[in-house]
Protein backbone atom coordinates (compact mmCIF):
# COMPACT_ATOMS: atom_id res chain seq x y z
CA UNK A 1 0.00 0.00 0.00
CA UNK A 2 1.20 3.64 -0.46
CA UNK A 3 1.28 5.84 2.41
CA UNK A 4 -2.03 7.97 3.41
CA UNK A 5 -0.69 11.02 1.09
CA UNK A 6 -1.17 8.87 -1.95
CA UNK A 7 -4.58 8.78 -3.32
CA UNK A 8 -5.48 4.59 -5.30
CA UNK A 9 -7.81 4.04 -7.88
CA UNK A 10 -9.63 1.13 -6.57
CA UNK A 11 -9.45 -1.26 -9.72
CA UNK A 12 -5.44 -0.87 -9.77
CA UNK A 13 -5.66 -2.81 -6.72
CA UNK A 14 -6.39 -5.82 -8.35
CA UNK A 15 -4.34 -5.45 -11.55
CA UNK A 16 -2.21 -2.97 -12.78
CA UNK A 17 -2.80 -2.76 -16.93
CA UNK A 18 0.53 -1.64 -18.70
CA UNK A 19 1.00 -1.15 -22.18
CA UNK A 20 4.50 -1.68 -23.49
CA UNK A 21 5.49 -0.68 -27.20
CA UNK A 22 6.31 -4.45 -28.84
CA UNK A 23 9.70 -3.43 -30.72
CA UNK A 24 11.91 -0.28 -30.94
CA UNK A 25 12.88 1.76 -33.93
CA UNK A 26 16.11 3.47 -33.36
CA UNK A 27 16.38 7.38 -34.61
CA UNK A 28 19.54 9.62 -34.51
CA UNK A 29 19.57 13.26 -34.21
CA UNK A 30 23.17 14.73 -34.55
CA UNK A 31 24.87 11.59 -32.97
CA UNK A 32 22.63 11.15 -30.67
CA UNK A 33 20.71 7.58 -30.24
CA UNK A 34 17.14 7.63 -29.24
CA UNK A 35 14.50 4.60 -29.11
CA UNK A 36 10.76 5.09 -29.21
CA UNK A 37 7.85 3.32 -29.53
CA UNK A 38 7.02 0.56 -32.65
CA UNK A 39 6.96 2.72 -35.54
CA UNK A 40 5.98 6.07 -36.28
CA UNK A 41 2.76 7.22 -38.27
CA UNK A 42 3.46 9.69 -40.73
CA UNK A 43 1.12 11.16 -43.56
CA UNK A 44 -1.82 13.07 -43.02
CA UNK A 45 -3.86 13.53 -40.19
CA UNK A 46 -7.40 13.70 -38.31
CA UNK A 47 -8.38 15.77 -35.44
CA UNK A 48 -7.98 14.60 -31.53
CA UNK A 49 -9.41 11.88 -29.52
CA UNK A 50 -11.88 11.60 -26.76
CA UNK A 51 -10.68 13.95 -23.49
CA UNK A 52 -7.44 12.47 -22.81
CA UNK A 53 -4.93 11.83 -24.82
CA UNK A 54 -5.30 8.03 -25.42
CA UNK A 55 -6.76 7.03 -28.73
CA UNK A 56 -10.78 7.14 -28.62
CA UNK A 57 -10.98 2.94 -29.01
CA UNK A 58 -12.59 1.27 -32.14
CA UNK A 59 -16.00 1.84 -31.95
CA UNK A 60 -16.69 5.36 -30.53
CA UNK A 61 -19.06 6.98 -32.21
CA UNK A 62 -19.77 10.98 -32.72
CA UNK A 63 -23.62 10.30 -31.50
CA UNK A 64 -26.98 11.58 -32.57
CA UNK A 65 -27.95 15.11 -33.67
CA UNK A 66 -31.12 16.54 -34.16
CA UNK A 67 -31.83 18.05 -37.33
CA UNK A 68 -31.49 21.27 -35.63
CA UNK A 69 -27.73 21.06 -34.61
CA UNK A 70 -28.98 20.47 -31.02
CA UNK A 71 -27.54 17.25 -29.29
CA UNK A 72 -30.21 14.86 -28.09
CA UNK A 73 -30.17 14.35 -24.06
CA UNK A 74 -30.35 11.03 -23.68
CA UNK A 75 -29.50 10.93 -19.75
CA UNK A 76 -31.73 13.02 -17.59
CA UNK A 77 -32.21 13.91 -13.77
CA UNK A 78 -35.09 13.84 -11.31
CA UNK A 79 -35.17 15.89 -7.78
CA UNK A 80 -35.10 13.96 -4.83
CA UNK A 81 -36.59 17.06 -2.95
CA UNK A 82 -40.71 15.58 -3.33
CA UNK A 83 -39.55 11.75 -2.62
CA UNK A 84 -40.27 10.33 0.75
CA UNK A 85 -36.83 8.74 2.52
CA UNK A 86 -36.98 4.57 2.02
CA UNK A 87 -34.86 1.89 4.64
CA UNK A 88 -32.09 0.56 3.47
CA UNK A 89 -33.62 -2.47 2.01
CA UNK A 90 -35.92 -0.37 0.00
CA UNK A 91 -33.00 1.53 -1.74
CA UNK A 92 -31.35 -1.81 -2.53
CA UNK A 93 -34.45 -3.67 -3.80
CA UNK A 94 -35.29 -0.80 -6.01
CA UNK A 95 -31.66 -0.78 -7.64
CA UNK A 96 -30.06 -3.55 -7.63
CA UNK A 97 -30.78 -4.26 -11.03
CA UNK A 98 -29.59 -1.10 -12.16
CA UNK A 99 -25.86 -2.20 -11.01
CA UNK A 100 -23.71 -3.99 -13.25
CA UNK A 101 -20.09 -5.83 -12.72
CA UNK A 102 -17.62 -5.20 -15.03
CA UNK A 103 -14.66 -7.04 -16.18
CA UNK A 104 -11.85 -5.84 -18.67
CA UNK A 105 -9.51 -7.53 -20.58
CA UNK A 106 -6.90 -6.22 -22.33
CA UNK A 107 -3.00 -7.24 -23.10
CA UNK A 108 0.31 -6.16 -22.66
CA UNK A 109 3.38 -6.37 -23.75
CA UNK A 110 6.74 -6.51 -21.40
CA UNK A 111 10.33 -5.22 -23.25
CA UNK A 112 11.08 -8.48 -24.09
CA UNK A 113 8.39 -8.84 -26.77
CA UNK A 114 6.16 -11.46 -24.57
CA UNK A 115 2.55 -10.77 -24.31
CA UNK A 116 0.05 -11.07 -21.55
CA UNK A 117 -3.18 -11.43 -20.84
CA UNK A 118 -4.65 -8.75 -18.22
CA UNK A 119 -8.10 -8.39 -16.40
CA UNK A 120 -9.53 -5.98 -14.21
CA UNK A 121 -12.96 -5.90 -12.51
CA UNK A 122 -15.21 -2.92 -11.33
CA UNK A 123 -19.25 -1.81 -11.02
CA UNK A 124 -21.35 0.22 -12.98
CA UNK A 125 -25.10 1.52 -13.67
CA UNK A 126 -27.46 1.83 -16.24
CA UNK A 127 -28.52 5.25 -17.76
CA UNK A 128 -30.98 3.85 -20.37
CA UNK A 129 -33.15 0.83 -21.20
CA UNK A 130 -31.43 0.40 -24.19
CA UNK A 131 -28.23 -0.14 -22.11
CA UNK A 132 -25.92 2.74 -21.87
CA UNK A 133 -23.84 2.21 -18.69
CA UNK A 134 -21.18 4.95 -16.53
CA UNK A 135 -18.36 4.11 -15.12
CA UNK A 136 -15.09 4.71 -14.40
CA UNK A 137 -12.13 5.76 -17.51
CA UNK A 138 -9.78 3.34 -15.20
CA UNK A 139 -11.96 0.22 -14.81
CA UNK A 140 -12.17 0.17 -18.56
CA UNK A 141 -8.26 1.76 -19.10
CA UNK A 142 -6.31 -0.65 -21.41
CA UNK A 143 -8.98 -2.95 -22.01
CA UNK A 144 -9.98 -4.75 -25.39
CA UNK A 145 -12.83 -6.03 -24.18
CA UNK A 146 -15.57 -5.56 -21.56
CA UNK A 147 -18.39 -7.64 -20.19
CA UNK A 148 -21.23 -6.72 -18.35
CA UNK A 149 -22.93 -8.45 -15.86
CA UNK A 150 -26.35 -8.06 -14.43
CA UNK A 151 -28.11 -9.14 -11.08
CA UNK A 152 -30.02 -11.40 -12.71
CA UNK A 153 -27.31 -13.47 -14.08
CA UNK A 154 -27.19 -12.40 -17.76
CA UNK A 155 -23.95 -11.09 -19.45
CA UNK A 156 -23.18 -8.82 -22.68
CA UNK A 157 -20.43 -8.07 -24.39
CA UNK A 158 -20.08 -4.37 -24.02
CA UNK A 159 -18.63 -1.14 -26.52
CA UNK A 160 -16.54 1.36 -25.22
CA UNK A 161 -18.80 4.49 -26.69
CA UNK A 162 -16.28 7.05 -25.26
CA UNK A 163 -14.87 8.29 -22.35
CA UNK A 164 -12.92 11.40 -20.40
CA UNK A 165 -10.38 10.38 -18.72
CA UNK A 166 -9.11 13.48 -17.21
CA UNK A 167 -12.61 13.07 -15.37
CA UNK A 168 -12.31 9.29 -14.83
CA UNK A 169 -15.68 8.64 -16.43
CA UNK A 170 -16.45 6.59 -19.59
CA UNK A 171 -19.71 5.31 -21.14
CA UNK A 172 -20.30 1.22 -22.86
CA UNK A 173 -23.41 0.27 -24.21
CA UNK A 174 -24.57 -3.08 -24.83
CA UNK A 175 -27.17 -4.51 -27.20
CA UNK A 176 -29.92 -5.42 -24.54
CA UNK A 177 -33.63 -3.44 -23.96
CA UNK A 178 -36.50 -3.14 -21.58
CA UNK A 179 -33.42 -2.58 -18.63
CA UNK A 180 -33.75 -1.20 -15.36
CA UNK A 181 -32.06 2.35 -15.34
CA UNK A 182 -31.26 4.24 -12.29
CA UNK A 183 -32.64 7.39 -11.21
CA UNK A 184 -30.41 9.99 -11.48
CA UNK A 185 -30.50 12.55 -8.56
CA UNK A 186 -29.58 15.86 -7.95
CA UNK A 187 -26.20 16.28 -6.64
CA UNK A 188 -26.38 19.80 -6.19
CA UNK A 189 -28.53 19.27 -3.24
CA UNK A 190 -26.50 17.04 -0.85
CA UNK A 191 -25.65 17.96 2.47
CA UNK A 192 -23.28 16.48 4.66
CA UNK A 193 -24.54 14.36 7.32
CA UNK A 194 -27.03 12.53 4.55
CA UNK A 195 -27.09 8.98 4.58
CA UNK A 196 -25.54 7.13 1.60
CA UNK A 197 -25.91 3.54 0.17
CA UNK A 198 -23.33 2.14 -2.06
CA UNK A 199 -24.15 -1.29 -3.81
CA UNK A 200 -21.14 -2.99 -5.99
CA UNK A 201 -18.76 -5.72 -6.40
CA UNK A 202 -15.96 -5.61 -4.16
CA UNK A 203 -12.41 -7.45 -4.85
CA UNK A 204 -14.51 -8.49 -8.05
CA UNK A 205 -16.04 -11.16 -6.55
CA UNK A 206 -18.44 -9.93 -3.75
CA UNK A 207 -21.21 -9.04 -5.98
CA UNK A 208 -23.67 -6.68 -5.57
CA UNK A 209 -23.11 -6.07 -2.20
CA UNK A 210 -24.45 -2.87 0.23
CA UNK A 211 -22.98 -0.59 2.55
CA UNK A 212 -23.86 2.66 4.21
CA UNK A 213 -22.67 5.84 5.44
CA UNK A 214 -23.22 9.56 5.45
CA UNK A 215 -21.77 11.91 2.98
CA UNK A 216 -18.55 12.96 5.17
CA UNK A 217 -17.70 16.29 3.18
CA UNK A 218 -18.07 18.44 0.39
CA UNK A 219 -16.12 19.34 -2.61
CA UNK A 220 -12.84 17.72 -1.94
CA UNK A 221 -10.05 17.93 -4.97
CA UNK A 222 -9.28 14.86 -4.90
CA UNK A 223 -5.61 13.97 -7.58
CA UNK A 224 -6.03 10.53 -8.67
CA UNK A 225 -2.56 11.01 -11.19
CA UNK A 226 -1.90 13.98 -11.44
CA UNK A 227 -5.37 16.26 -12.05
CA UNK A 228 -7.47 17.58 -9.39
CA UNK A 229 -10.95 16.30 -9.69
CA UNK A 230 -13.97 17.74 -7.43
CA UNK A 231 -15.69 14.61 -5.42
CA UNK A 232 -17.16 14.69 -2.25
CA UNK A 233 -16.37 12.24 0.74
CA UNK A 234 -18.22 9.29 1.99
CA UNK A 235 -17.43 6.84 5.10
CA UNK A 236 -19.45 4.14 3.54
CA UNK A 237 -16.79 1.19 3.35
CA UNK A 238 -15.53 0.98 -0.66
CA UNK A 239 -12.63 -1.65 -1.81
CA UNK A 240 -11.17 -2.63 -5.31
CA UNK A 241 -14.29 -3.52 -7.25
CA UNK A 242 -16.36 -0.87 -6.32
CA UNK A 243 -14.73 1.81 -9.13
CA UNK A 244 -17.87 3.14 -11.19
CA UNK A 245 -20.68 2.23 -9.00
CA UNK A 246 -23.38 4.43 -7.87
CA UNK A 247 -23.78 6.14 -4.78
CA UNK A 248 -27.52 6.80 -3.29
CA UNK A 249 -29.23 9.13 -1.04
CA UNK A 250 -32.13 7.72 0.92
CA UNK A 251 -35.03 8.49 -1.47
CA UNK A 252 -32.89 5.72 -3.67
CA UNK A 253 -31.63 8.28 -6.31
CA UNK A 254 -27.56 8.35 -7.48
CA UNK A 255 -25.78 11.11 -6.39
CA UNK A 256 -22.49 9.58 -7.16
CA UNK A 257 -20.10 7.57 -8.96
CA UNK A 258 -17.47 5.57 -6.70
CA UNK A 259 -13.88 6.29 -7.69
CA UNK A 260 -11.18 6.37 -5.26
CA UNK A 261 -10.06 5.92 -1.27
CA UNK A 262 -7.45 6.88 1.12
CA UNK A 263 -5.53 3.22 1.37
CA UNK A 264 -3.31 3.17 4.71
CA UNK A 265 -3.36 0.12 7.44
CA UNK A 266 -4.46 3.32 9.95
CA UNK A 267 -7.16 4.85 7.60
CA UNK A 268 -10.61 3.77 7.46
CA UNK A 269 -13.81 5.19 6.10
CA UNK A 270 -12.07 7.36 3.37
CA UNK A 271 -13.80 7.35 0.31
CA UNK A 272 -14.73 9.42 -2.73
CA UNK A 273 -17.25 10.07 -5.46
CA UNK A 274 -17.74 11.94 -8.16
CA UNK A 275 -20.76 13.86 -8.22
CA UNK A 276 -23.65 12.35 -10.44
CA UNK A 277 -24.37 16.14 -11.84
CA UNK A 278 -20.79 16.20 -13.52
CA UNK A 279 -20.81 12.32 -14.82
CA UNK A 280 -24.76 12.91 -16.64
CA UNK A 281 -23.28 16.15 -18.34
CA UNK A 282 -20.73 13.79 -19.59
CA UNK A 283 -22.16 10.98 -20.38
CA UNK A 284 -24.51 13.73 -21.98
CA UNK A 285 -21.16 14.86 -24.29
CA UNK A 286 -20.07 11.18 -24.60
CA UNK A 287 -22.89 10.22 -25.99
CA UNK A 288 -23.97 13.02 -28.57
CA UNK A 289 -20.45 13.83 -29.77
CA UNK A 290 -18.24 10.80 -28.68
CA UNK A 291 -15.91 13.21 -26.42
CA UNK A 292 -16.10 15.86 -24.67
CA UNK A 293 -15.82 19.55 -26.18
CA UNK A 294 -13.66 22.20 -25.12
CA UNK A 295 -10.82 20.55 -23.84
CA UNK A 296 -7.40 21.57 -25.31
CA UNK A 297 -5.19 19.62 -27.65
CA UNK A 298 -1.46 20.15 -28.89
CA UNK A 299 -2.13 17.98 -32.11
CA UNK A 300 1.17 15.95 -31.59
CA UNK A 301 1.82 12.20 -30.66
CA UNK A 302 4.21 11.93 -27.73
CA UNK A 303 6.28 8.67 -26.82
CA UNK A 304 8.80 8.38 -23.20
CA UNK A 305 11.83 8.79 -24.41
CA UNK A 306 15.10 6.46 -23.83
CA UNK A 307 18.93 6.61 -25.36
CA UNK A 308 21.38 3.56 -25.78
CA UNK A 309 24.52 3.84 -23.94
CA UNK A 310 27.84 1.33 -22.89
CA UNK A 311 25.92 1.38 -19.97
CA UNK A 312 22.71 0.24 -21.33
CA UNK A 313 19.09 1.74 -21.92
CA UNK A 314 18.11 4.69 -20.04
CA UNK A 315 15.38 6.90 -19.73
CA UNK A 316 15.71 10.89 -20.62
CA UNK A 317 13.21 13.19 -18.98
CA UNK A 318 10.77 14.99 -21.53
CA UNK A 319 8.27 13.75 -23.72
CA UNK A 320 9.60 12.67 -27.37
CA UNK A 321 7.60 14.03 -30.30
CA UNK A 322 6.99 11.25 -32.56
CA UNK A 323 4.20 12.70 -35.23
CA UNK A 324 3.29 16.22 -35.65
CA UNK A 325 -0.73 16.27 -37.13
CA UNK A 326 -0.15 18.46 -40.08
CA UNK A 327 -1.78 21.71 -40.16
CA UNK A 328 -2.23 21.99 -36.18
CA UNK A 329 -2.03 24.21 -33.61
CA UNK A 330 2.08 22.73 -33.09
CA UNK A 331 2.77 22.41 -36.83
CA UNK A 332 1.68 26.11 -37.11
CA UNK A 333 3.61 27.18 -34.20
CA UNK A 334 6.78 25.02 -35.62
CA UNK A 335 7.30 22.43 -33.12
CA UNK A 336 9.21 19.44 -35.00
CA UNK A 337 8.40 15.59 -35.42
CA UNK A 338 11.63 14.84 -33.62
CA UNK A 339 11.53 17.06 -30.85
CA UNK A 340 12.35 16.24 -26.49
CA UNK A 341 9.54 18.55 -24.89
CA UNK A 342 10.78 19.31 -21.44
CA UNK A 343 8.64 22.24 -19.86
CA UNK A 344 4.71 23.31 -21.38
CA UNK A 345 4.76 26.99 -19.22
CA UNK A 346 6.73 26.13 -15.94
CA UNK A 347 5.91 22.68 -15.59
CA UNK A 348 8.31 19.96 -16.15
CA UNK A 349 7.50 17.27 -18.58
CA UNK A 350 9.06 13.94 -17.53
CA UNK A 351 7.24 11.59 -19.96
CA UNK A 352 4.29 11.16 -22.43
CA UNK A 353 1.92 11.23 -19.78
CA UNK A 354 2.99 13.80 -18.00
CA UNK A 355 2.00 16.09 -20.93
CA UNK A 356 -1.42 14.51 -21.25
CA UNK A 357 -1.87 15.08 -17.56
CA UNK A 358 -1.04 19.15 -17.82
CA UNK A 359 -2.33 19.52 -20.98
CA UNK A 360 -5.87 18.57 -19.27
CA UNK A 361 -5.46 21.99 -17.39
CA UNK A 362 -6.28 24.03 -20.38
CA UNK A 363 -8.54 24.99 -22.70
CA UNK A 364 -9.02 25.43 -26.56
CA UNK A 365 -7.74 29.05 -26.99
CA UNK A 366 -5.21 29.13 -24.22
CA UNK A 367 -1.79 29.82 -25.01
CA UNK A 368 1.28 28.07 -23.82
CA UNK A 369 5.53 28.13 -23.82
CA UNK A 370 6.71 25.18 -24.82
CA UNK A 371 10.28 24.39 -23.92
CA UNK A 372 12.45 21.67 -25.08
CA UNK A 373 15.00 20.88 -28.05
CA UNK A 374 15.43 19.72 -31.21
CA UNK A 375 18.84 18.28 -33.37
CA UNK A 376 20.36 19.61 -30.18
CA UNK A 377 19.51 23.08 -30.04
CA UNK A 378 16.86 24.47 -27.51
CA UNK A 379 13.50 26.15 -28.24
CA UNK A 380 11.03 27.95 -26.72
CA UNK A 381 8.06 28.22 -28.78
CA UNK A 382 4.26 29.56 -27.57
CA UNK A 383 1.33 27.73 -28.84
CA UNK A 384 -2.00 28.75 -28.99
CA UNK A 385 -3.86 25.60 -27.92
CA UNK A 386 -6.81 23.90 -30.10
CA UNK A 387 -9.54 21.45 -29.21
CA UNK A 388 -8.97 17.74 -28.86
CA UNK A 389 -12.18 15.55 -30.45
CA UNK A 390 -12.07 12.31 -31.61
CA UNK A 391 -11.22 13.32 -35.63
CA UNK A 392 -7.46 14.56 -34.58
CA UNK A 393 -6.06 10.86 -34.53
CA UNK A 394 -4.85 9.84 -37.40
CA UNK A 395 -5.90 6.73 -39.30
CA UNK A 396 -4.21 3.38 -38.21
CA UNK A 397 -2.51 4.99 -35.17
CA UNK A 398 -2.00 2.75 -31.49
CA UNK A 399 -0.47 3.18 -28.41
CA UNK A 400 2.80 1.60 -29.71
CA UNK A 401 3.12 5.14 -32.02
CA UNK A 402 2.58 6.51 -28.17
CA UNK A 403 -0.23 9.16 -27.39
CA UNK A 404 -1.87 11.85 -28.80
CA UNK A 405 -1.82 15.25 -26.67
Known amino acids: MKKKTTIL ?46 AVPEGTQSGDV ?39 KGKTTNIFGQQSTTASTGTGFILSKDGYIATNYHVVEGGDSFNVALYNGTSYEATLKGYDAGNDVALLKIEADGLSPATMGDSDEIVVGEDVVVIGNPLGELTYTLTRGVVSALNRAINTDGTPINMFQIDAAVNAGNSGGPAFDATGNVIGMVTAKYADETIEGLGFCIPVNDVIKIANELVTYGYVRGKAALEVGVQDAYSNSFWGTTRVSGAYVSHVIKGGCADKAGIKQGSLINYVNNTVITGAEDMNTVLRSFSKGETVTVRGYYNNRSFEIKVTLSEYSPEIIPEGWSNASGIIV
Open 9 to 54: ILVSVLCLVAVFSTGCLSLYNNGAEWFYGNGEITGQSGEDSSVNST
Open 66 to 104: ENSGKPVTKFEQSSSLDKDALTVSEVYAKNVNSVVGITT
